[in-house]
Each structure stands twice: as structure tokens, then as C-alpha cells.
Nanobody, 111 residues
Framework: QVQLVESGGGLVQPGGSLRLSCAAS????????MGWYRQAPGKQRELLAR???????YYATSVKGRFTIFRDNAINTMYLQMNSLKPEDTAVYYC?????WGQGTQVIVSS
């Protein structure tokens, strides 16, 4: 069964950093573009960043320059390095590949 499992969320102070991980099982990692999304309370889920199998990346304006998406093909894992975090980054973060979603990991940015 193909799965995506996120980890790495938590509570961080404004200006701090977190690294999220998304481990993919099965062959999905080598086939599909993968992405990170987030959903804050009362808001729609939004695309933050995307990375193709070849390593090409896309970033939403809201996170460009602060977040970095990358993947380790050897261990079927995708990452989101988040720096200079702001309170408005508080949300549940999800990884995605094609029509598959992880369970989400909570990020709270607060002093």
C-alpha cells in the first residue's frame, strides 16, 4: 500500500526554523512530482512548494526565500526546510503526490 507519512512539525518561536519530512512508500516517489501544502484554520488548503522527479522546484510567493523543498531519492523522502517562520505560517502541513495525501503535521509559530 502506497503511503505518505509526514513528520517534523511542532511549536517554534517566530524567526525560528523547522524541517518537515515526508516519507513515501512504494514506487510513487520515483514517478510523481511531490508537493507541500498547508491548511490554516478557516482557510483553504494552499500549495507552498513543489518538486519534480528531476529536481525542478516551484514556490508560492508567500514562502519563497524562506522555505526550501528538496528530496532524497535514495531514501524516498521529501523535505521542507522552513526558516524565518512567522505566526501566519501556523497550519497543518501536508505532503502530496498525485492524488495521495499524508496525514498532516501541525506547525505552530508562537512566542
Amino acid at each position: 500500500q502506497v503511503q505518505l507519512v509526514e513528520s517534523g512539525g511542532g511549536l517554534v518561536q517566530p524567526g525560528g526554523s523547522l524541517r518537515l519530512s515526508c516519507a513515501a512508500s512504494g514506487s510513487i516517489f520515483s514517478i510523481y512530482t511531490m508537493g507541500w501544502y498547508r491548511q490554516a484554520p478557516g482557510k483553504q488548503r494552499e500549495l507552498l512548494a513543489r518538486i519534480t522527479t528531476g529536481g525542478d522546484t516551484y514556490y508560492a510567493t508567500s514562502v519563497k526565500g524562506r522555505f526550501t523543498i528538496f528530496r532524497d531519492n535514495a531514501i524516498n523522502t521529501m523535505y521542507l526546510q522552513m526558516n524565518s517562520l512567522k505566526p501566519e505560517d501556523t497550519a497543518v502541513y501536508y505532503c502530496n503526490a498525485h492524488q495521495l495525501w499524508g496525514q498532516g503535521t501541525q506547525v505552530i509559530v508562537s512566542s
